[in-house]
């Protein structure tokens, strides 16, 4: 089983929608839980870092996190053609030397169409 | 305030020939990560270093691959006897050294190896 799994898509959705991003992973012990955008042939971008469950809010991105459930999620409200991107989730802190090693889902690649 | 820097962004070897990937993090950032991205996979983490020292290298390849982050200088990614294998998108990440957590990545070095 993979440590952290993720839909690869793609997903298409039209300028203006509500987007749904998701991971689940298998270690409860997991603490920290970040989402990263990647444009085509670019490095990636930091978008949210949280910590434990909750709720995180930026502009028109919010991500959450339940550890019950061990499933993360984050949302873009508004959704615009710039958005288009592979997004990433990627989670760390398990403890002892995996601190610093952040492990990454597969990427979820959406398209934001005019 | 410059990001994470890497050169170079592009780099071509035939096979058996060393490929060295320069890092530079950004400005008051002590801690580097070497993540990998192979064609149609994720990000993988490799290795993560501070000044002059190894903290976590789980991730390198046991033969041919190797890290350093001196004193002075770049962090250096080294990959000696290259194969086609290792063609992919090498980047950097740092952090500071509050929250190894909150990782910014540079633009990546893209190895082709012929």
């Known amino acids: 089983q993979k440590e952290v799994e993720q839909d690869p898509g793609p997903l298409s959705v039209p300028e203006g929608a509500i987007v749904s991003l998701n991971c689940t992973y298998s270690?409860?012990?997991?603490?920290?839980f970040m989402w990263y955008r990647q444009y085509s042939r670019k490095g990636p971008e930091l978008l949210m870092y949280?910590?434990?469950?909750g709720n995180k809010e930026d502009g028109r991105f919010t991500a959450q996190v339940d550890k019950s459930s061990k499933y993360i999620s984050l949302f873009i409200r508004d959704s615009q053609p710039s958005d288009s991107a592979t997004y990433l989730c990627?989670?760390?802190?398990?403890?002892?030397?995996?601190?610093?090693?952040?492990?990454f889902g597969q990427g979820t690649i959406l398209t934001v169409h005019p | 305030n410059a990001g994470v820097m890497q050169n170079p962004r592009h780099l071509v070897r035939r096979r058996g020939q060393e490929a060295r990937l320069r890092c530079s993090p950004m400005?008051?950032?002590?801690?580097v990560y070497w993540y990998r991205q192979l064609p149609e996979e994720g990000l993988k983490f490799m290795v993560y270093?501070?000044?002059?020292?190894?903290?976590?290298e789980s991730g390198m390849p046991k033969e041919r691959f190797s890290a350093e982050f001196p004193k002075e200088g770049p962090s250096i990614l080294r990959i000696q006897q290259v194969v086609r294998g290792d063609s992919a998108a090498y980047f950097c990440?740092?952090?500071?050294?509050?929250?190894?957590?909150?990782?910014?990545f540079g633009p990546g070095t893209r190895l082709t190896v012929l």
């Open positions: 949280t910590y434990s469950s």
């Open positions: 270093l501070q000044k002059e020292n190894i903290i976590d």
């Open positions: 270690n409860s012990a997991f603490q920290y």
């Open positions: 990440a740092s952090s500071p050294p509050t929250n190894y957590n909150e990782q910014f």
């Open positions: 400005k008051g950032h002590s801690h």
């Open positions: 990627a989670i760390s802190g398990a403890g002892g030397t995996s601190y610093g090693k952040l492990t």
